[in-house]
């Protein structure tokens, strides 16, 4: 079982939809990264969250640190947000900083 | 800001020859560096890591290997490629773990 499960895998919504992509983890962690992949590759870091929820413009970000869980919303969505979302989580010992990835959500946005 | 220049960005290339991919940090110094592979319908998994020069940390035993020559440089190579070090290998990094990560473009490599 992997220690970072994203859900749902793929996701289809039409234009103007609220989209959420749910994230659930089995270790303990000192912290949480969403991020985009584009159809190119290249990964974006949208949020760093280690405890409540977090905004930036359309994209919210929240996490339940007792219960494993974190979300990522999506308002007003538009075909430009399609892309590969990864969840990832940061341990909570030593200095590495190594990061454990979820496989990722393919969230495509119809017009 | 970090900003990492990795290249190329896709490659292929026979199996049984060389590898030698390249990531190069800016903005930033003495960052703690990684490679990462993600293989068809998988996720990211880390490969190396490094917290300085000459500190190479392998998570998986597999065919490749990595190098640390300058603060800011981090290679990834293999003197033979398999067939099944095909995949997208991710370069990132992060200074201190309050700024984040930065990630690379990413290199596609195909074996044949």
């Known amino acids: 079982k992997n220690e970072v499960e994203q859900s749902p895998q793929n996701l289809t919504a039409q234009e103007g939809e609220f989209i959420t992509i749910n994230c659930s983890y089995s270790v303990g962690i000192s912290a949480l990264h969403w991020l985009q992949q584009h159809p190119g590759g290249g990964i974006v870091s949208l949020f760093m969250l280690s405890s409540g929820k977090k905004k930036h413009g359309r994209l919210i970000a929240t996490i339940n640190i007792q219960e494993k869980h974190s979300s990522l919303h999506i308002t007003a969505s538009h075909p430009r947000d399609s892309a590969v979302y990864i969840c990832a989580v940061r341990g909570s010992g030593g200095s590495n900083y190594k990061l454990t990835f979820g496989k990722g959500t393919l969230l495509t946005v119809n017009p | 800001s970090q900003t990492i220049h990795q290249w190329p960005a896709t490659l292929v290339q026979p199996v049984g020859s060389p590898l030698s991919l390249e990531c190069t940090v800016e903005?930033?110094?003495?960052?703690?560096l990684y490679w990462y592979r993600q293989a068809a319908g998988r996720g990211l998994q880390l490969l190396f890591y490094?917290?300085?020069?000459?500190?190479i940390s392998s998570e998986v035993p597999q065919n490749l290997s990595a190098s640390r020559p300058q603060d800011r440089q981090f290679i990834l190579s293999s003197k033979k490629l398999l067939l099944s070090d095909s995949g997208f290998y991710l370069c990132g990094a992060v200074r201190d773990v309050d700024y984040g990560y930065t990630f690379g473009s990413g290199t596609r490599l195909t074996v044949v």
């Open positions: 490094s917290v300085g020069i000459g500190q």
């Open positions: 903005g930033t110094s003495n960052p703690n």
